[in-house]
């Protein structure tokens, strides 16, 4: 117990250090140095408040933190006390960090509800560390970063053997839409599905970066009776007759956040906030309060003109992002791509983007980051790829597609070509965002 009350001070510390010398908030130094010196720390913090806190675990591919910070603004609304992984930290030493900082000096954790957002990869090993969590969520699974977490089959392998070890004290919140995810509270009572009933999203045709369209029960092909985007719908497998779950929550009173994406964000967090008995007018006024949380469609006021955020770090986030971008009516983009350890290494993911789709909406397109030139060769293609498909040569194409490496001038390039009315929108990879918003307010988040 000593041990963990001096690796608490020292975390404090570290923390305090951090944010005075604005070093950012330091949400995984006092993990990592927590984890250090004692491999089971999160382990007996968490066992050490377990007959007043209860846990909620997020996984997925996209929307984690936008869900947490739902279910926060919710139970905080209800009068409960939450917190959230600090800036969406969500590997182990993200998570010990965000126990450091909301720990008292003697380790109490004096909340009702721990909200953790946990890396694809990370989900099963922090199951050995959180004993049956009160609830745990999983958003969807996309093709991410496949140079560190690999195809999609197999983190849904890992993750539904974690799962099956779990008590009935568990209870599930899954996308009935993502067959993968639907499959993993397959023969569990403890479960509950939600999904979305979007009109104007539903289609019969694929996207060219859909990745999980063979059933997780047989490995036959799956039909679909319609797609919302990737490969997200009504699925049925008629080799096995494995079919989509028919119970599932797809109505949330207010949706705070722009595009499909976000209505799932939403259906869960309500869902589940529904599960713990908060009453509906609660959920409606806490919706209706919601503010996103950084670089997830975040807006700010720049010199007097609008500038929106929608991180973007994968082949299905960013076609979402520039769907929703396109409804609004999006002129001016800043794309920016990075390759750091936190984006990915690998950058082919690119290709599976559909610009072809979307790049003859946008009137200036400005492209920074540390691989900018590649994602203006994918751009480049893209326009010539709608001139052969149209016969129609753009002679405007160099003219709107701009590319400066230097992401200080790109912004200042990007702001100043924005007109007075218009709103600037920013689609960066993970690192790319931190970047963006650092230059934006002067601040660091991580």
């Known amino acids: 117990m000593m041990r963990n009350i001096l690796l608490v001070i020292i975390g404090k510390l570290v923390l305090a250090f951090s944010k005075i010398f604005n070093l950012g908030s330091g949400s995984t130094w006092p993990g990592h140095i927590a984890l250090s010196v004692n491999k089971n720390f999160i382990k007996d913090i968490l066992k050490a408040n377990d007959n007043r806190l209860k846990t909620i675990l997020i996984a997925g591919t996209n929307g984690k933190t936008t869900t947490g910070k739902l279910i926060q603004n919710i139970l905080e609304e209800d009068g409960k006390k939450a917190f959230q992984n600090t800036a969406g930290a969500n590997l182990l030493n993200g998570i010990a960090s965000s126990i450091v900082l909301h720990s008292s000096i003697l380790c ?4 009702d509800y721990a909200i953790f957002e946990i890396d694809e990869n990370t989900l099963p090993l922090i199951l050995k560390e959180i004993d049956n969590p009160d609830f745990i969520i999983i958003l969807n699974l996309f093709r991410d970063q ?5 195809e999609i089959n197999t983190i849904a392998k890992k993750w539904k053997l974690a799962l099956d070890k779990l008590t009935s004290r568990t209870k599930l919140i899954l996308n009935a839409d993502d067959p993968q995810i639907a499959f993993l509270g397959d023969s569990r009572l403890d479960v509950a599905y939600f999904g979305i009933n979007s009109q104007k999203n539903k289609n019969q045709n694929f996207q060219h970066a859909s990745d999980s369209t063979y059933c997780p029960n047989c490995s036959g092909k799956l039909t679909y009776n319609y797609i919302y985007f990737s490969h997200l719908g009504d699925w049925i497998c008629k080799k ?18 722009s595009g499909a994406y976000n209505e799932y964000n939403t259906n869960a967090a309500v869902l589940l906030s529904e599960k713990i008995g908060i009453e509906k007018r609660i959920i409606n006024s806490a919706l209706r309060k919601f503010q996103p949380a950084f670089g997830r469609q975040e807006i700010l006021n720049i010199n007097g003109k609008k500038v929106q955020i929608f991180l973007s770090k994968n082949p299905t986030s960013f076609n979402e992002s520039l769907r929703t971008i396109r409804d609004l009516n999006a002129k001016n983009i800043l794309i920016v791509l990075n390759d750091r350890i936190p984006d990915g290494r690998d950058i082919s993911w690119i290709w599976d983007i559909e610009f072809e789709e979307f790049v003859d909406n946008f009137k200036s397109i400005m492209i920074s980051g540390d691989r900018a030139f590649d994602m203006a060769l994918r751009i480049k293609y893209a326009n010539s790829s709608e001139n052969q498909k149209s016969k129609i040569k753009n002679q405007k194409c160099s003219e709107k597609v701009k590319t400066i490496e230097n992401l200080s001038e790109a912004i200042g390039e990007s702001l100043k070509s924005t007109a007075g009315k218009e709103a600037l929108y920013i689609l960066p990879t993970y690192s790319a965002m931190l970047e963006v918003r650092k230059i934006l307010t002067g601040k660091k988040i991580l």
């Open 108 to 111: 109490a954790l004096n909340y």
């Open 146 to 150: 496949l140079d560190r977490y690999g």
């Open 240 to 257: 096995c007759n494995y079919k989509h779950p028919k119970k599932i929550y797809t109505s949330s009173p207010f949706y705070p956040l």
